[in-house]
């Protein structure tokens, strides 16, 4: 449990984006804290509510977990260490630091009959918990998260080793811890490799780009380029969502598409600032880790504004008509990343084969480019190591990477 603990504590603090403590459904009052089936002493064990917020004793609560905890009562902090972690509470302040980097709360540690807290949300978060409220036992219960398998690849030439890691794109707070041998793998590697390295994008240069090949300019909106019948559903799904039925009428189909994607993930809780890529590249400017990409955000936007109008208002319709269906859910990819499901993987890359244009774009062609580049890096001369994330459906079928690899001679071993 120690190691589990430390490793998480060293990689959560990127992926933290903190809103408040966990809703209590209570105004004031206490409640039961059971820690890995076990329910911590009662009194100085109890979480207090506050405000609809619940929040657990700072000390008790890491003891438990095997922390050591220091009172520096000159600046009212408390001090939480273990191996190499160490978490800094400063009290009446709404942030914490660990190891050294500021973690904002929105709501602030406090003091009362002498003993410090902090949010429940986020020291479940922090140690690797989910957290669950029963408001008829009047409990909280933290019991310990499963580890994400994803799914993950090594291919090595003489010295140089590169790991291929499958990724997703969102995700949400349940996406984390990844299982040991991912970190590992990060951890043993001198460069990332994503498909965009979003720390060097000139966000103008991006929009005015995105704006070109997004908007029509030749005087002609939207309800001229599809059917009667698409722009129909389409103003009946945004009236739906509360949203001005004409907002779409300067987009072309494939932009439209890729917002009502966004905005259904961004409904079911997923976010981009959970997805796998985000999380890698916040560890590696956090540790000067060289980056490198496998394309160019210009050559995403030029692939998706390529495709024929047929296709995108194909592409658009189904959206629109499976936009609350559960069954189209970005969760559905979660599960699958979390459970390293590779049929299920395998079946949605053949699904993409039904529609040529499509797959051929989105997956032969470019992952013929980043075979090539993950080539390069074997053939590295400084034998460096490289930890290669790219989207999970680039990775297995038969125009996958691994599979191209495989081809070439390269012994590829799953992880």
């Known amino acids: 449990m120690k190691r589990k603990?430390?490793?998480?504590?060293?990689?959560?603090?990127?992926?933290?984006?903190?809103?408040?403590?966990a809703q209590a459904q209570q105004t004031e009052g206490k409640l039961k804290v059971w820690l890995n089936g076990e329910e911590l002493q009662e009194g100085d064990g109890s979480a207090?509510?506050?405000?609809?917020?619940?929040?657990?004793?700072?000390?008790?609560?890491?003891?438990?977990?095997?922390?050591?905890?220091?009172?520096?009562?000159?600046?009212?902090?408390?001090?939480?260490?273990m191996d190499e972690v160490?978490?800094?509470?400063?009290?009446?302040?709404?942030?914490?630091?660990?190891?050294?980097?500021?973690?904002?709360?929105?709501?602030?540690?406090?003091?009362?009959?002498?003993?410090?807290?902090?949010?429940?949300?986020?020291?479940?978060?922090?140690?690797?918990h989910k957290l669950e409220?029963?408001?008829?036992?009047?409990?909280?219960?933290?019991?310990?998260?499963?580890?994400?398998?994803?799914?993950?690849?090594?291919?090595?030439?003489?010295?140089?080793e590169v790991y291929l890691l499958g990724s997703i794109h969102l995700g949400d707070e349940d996406l984390y811890p990844l299982r040991p041998e991912i970190e590992e793998a990060f951890a043993n590697s001198d460069i990332l490799v994503t498909e965009i390295d979003m720390t060097k994008i000139n966000m103008e240069e991006v929009a005015a780009l995105n704006a070109e090949l997004s908007e029509y300019s030749d005087g002609t909106i939207l309800s001229d380029h599809i059917s009667?019948?698409?722009?129909?559903?389409l103003q009946e799904l945004l009236e739906q969502l509360e949203i001005p039925v004409t907002t779409f009428d300067p987009f072309k189909p494939w932009a439209i598409q890729t917002g009502l994607e966004s905005i259904k993930a961004q409904m079911e809780g997923f976010n981009p600032a959970y997805g796998i890529d985000q999380?890698?590249?916040?560890?590696?400017?956090?540790?000067?880790?060289?980056i490198q990409e496998l394309e160019t955000i210009e050559d995403q936007l030029k692939m998706l504004s390529g495709f024929s109008e047929e296709l995108t208002e194909s592409m658009l319709l189904q959206s629109i008509n499976h936009f609350f269906d559960e069954g189209a859910s970005a969760g559905v990819l979660?599960?699958?990343?979390?459970?390293?499901?590779?049929?299920?993987?395998?079946?949605?890359?053949?699904?993409?084969?039904?529609?040529?244009?499509?797959?051929?774009?989105?997956?032969?062609?470019?992952?013929?480019?980043?075979?090539d580049k993950v080539i390069s890096y074997l053939n590295d001369e400084e034998e460096q190591d490289y930890f290669v994330i790219a989207g999970a459906l680039h990775m297995l079928g038969e125009h996958g990477i691994v599979t191209m690899l495989e081809e070439q001679g390269y012994e590829v071993v799953q992880q």
């Open 5 to 21: 603990i430390s490793a998480l504590l060293l990689t959560i603090v990127m992926v933290l984006t903190f809103a408040t403590g």
């Open 228 to 233: 009667e019948d698409t722009y129909a559903k």
């Open 48 to 81: 207090l509510v506050r405000e609809e917020m619940a929040y657990v004793p700072i000390r008790l609560y890491l003891e438990e977990l095997g922390f050591a905890i220091e009172w520096d009562g000159e600046t009212r902090t408390a001090t939480a260490m």
């Open 334 to 371: 979660l599960d699958m990343w979390k459970n390293g499901d590779s049929d299920t993987l395998l079946k949605l890359e053949n699904e993409m084969k039904l529609i040529d244009e499509y797959y051929e774009a989105m997956l032969v062609d470019r992952n013929e480019v980043m075979t």
């Open 279 to 290: 999380y890698f590249t916040g560890k590696a400017v956090a540790q000067e880790m060289p």
């Open 133 to 160: 409220l029963k408001a008829e036992e009047g409990a909280l219960y933290f019991v310990v998260k499963t580890s994400s398998e994803g799914f993950m690849w090594k291919v090595q030439k003489g010295e140089a």
């Open 86 to 128: 160490s978490i800094a509470f400063p009290v009446d302040t709404a942030q914490v630091v660990v190891n050294g980097q500021e973690v904002e709360l929105g709501t602030a540690l406090f003091i009362q009959s002498g003993t410090a807290y902090a949010p429940a949300e986020f020291m479940a978060l922090v140690t690797g």
